[in-house]
C-alpha cells in the first residue's frame, strides 16, 4: 500500500517563508508527475505547481516567482518552497502523486497540511 504524507505547514507571517514536503513510502514503485494544490475555506482545490518525472517544472501564475518546486527521487520526495508569503496564500495544501507500482499507474492524494499567512 502507497501512503503519501505532507508536512511542514504552519502559521508564518506575510513575507515569511515555509517549505512544504511530500513523501511517499511504499517499495517497488515509481514516482511520475507530482503537483501540489490548495483549497482555501469556501473555495474549490486549485493547482499550485507541478513536476514531471524529468523534472519539468509548471506553476499557476498567482504564485510565479515565489513558490518553487523540485524533487528528491532518492528520497521519495517532492518539495513547495513558498516565499514572499501573502494572507491569500492560507489554505490546506495538498499533495498528488503518480505512482507506478506492480503495472499499474495511479493517482495517490496526501491527507494535506494547513498553511496559515497571518500577522
Known amino acids: 500500500q502507497v501512503q503519501v504524507v505532507e508536512s511542514g505547514g504552519g502559521l508564518v507571517q506575510p513575507g515569511g517563508s515555509l517549505r512544504l514536503s511530500c513523501t511517499a513510502s511504499s517499495a517497488t514503485f515509481r514516482i511520475y508527475g507530482v503537483g501540489w494544490y490548495r483549497q482555501a475555506p469556501g473555495k474549490q482545490r486549485e493547482l499550485v505547481a507541478t513536476i514531471s518525472a524529468g523534472g519539468s517544472t509548471n506553476y499557476a501564475d498567482f504564485v510565479k516567482g515565489r513558490f518553487a518546486i523540485s524533487r528528491d527521487n532518492a528520497k521519495n520526495t517532492v518539495y513547495l518552497q513558498m516565499n514572499s508569503l501573502k494572507p491569500e496564500d492560507t489554505a490546506v495544501y495538498y499533495c498528488?502523486?503518480?505512482?507506478?507500482?506492480?503495472?499499474?499507474?495511479?493517482?495517490?492524494w496526501g491527507q494535506g497540511t494547513q498553511v496559515t499567512v497571518s500577522s
Open positions: 498528488n502523486m503518480r505512482i507506478a507500482r506492480f503495472g499499474s499507474v495511479l493517482d495517490y
